[in-house]
């Protein structure tokens, strides 16, 4: 697969969410101006430290039509803290 360029077409997917439904693009872009994709993780502490500020940009461009969408791509079998179940034990409203 080719890399994305600024601009290009979101990658369509669907993935199991913290709260034990499935997620697709298409569900949110279908009645937002902007969807943003964030790949992140529990187990890294770099990730964890931009938690906040991810929560409050959802915060602040909500009310401008923006999705803001918190994915974890790591292996769970190698970071198990990543798995989804661990991921939904941590508090993140509005991601």
């Known amino acids: ?3 994305l360029k600024p601009g290009d077409e ?3 997917f669907e993935l199991p969410g913290v709260d ?3 997620h697709a693009l ?3 872009a279908e009645d937002k101006e902007a969807v943003a994709v ?3 993780c529990n187990h890294c502490p770099y990730a964890r430290a931009w938690e906040d500020r991810i ?3 959802q915060a602040d461009y909500a009310d401008r039509g ?3 969408i918190a994915i974890s791509a790591n292996d769970s079998q190698k970071y198990p803290e990543d798995s989804p ?3 939904g034990a941590r508090p993140r409203e509005g991601v």
């Open 55 to 57: 929560v409050q940009i």
């Open 1 to 3: 697969m080719a890399m």
């Open 26 to 28: 298409r569900d949110y």
């Open 38 to 40: 964030i790949f992140t």
């Open 20 to 22: 034990e439904q499935y």
């Open 10 to 12: 979101a990658v369509a």
């Open 85 to 87: 179940q661990d991921e």
């Open 66 to 68: 923006v999705q803001v």
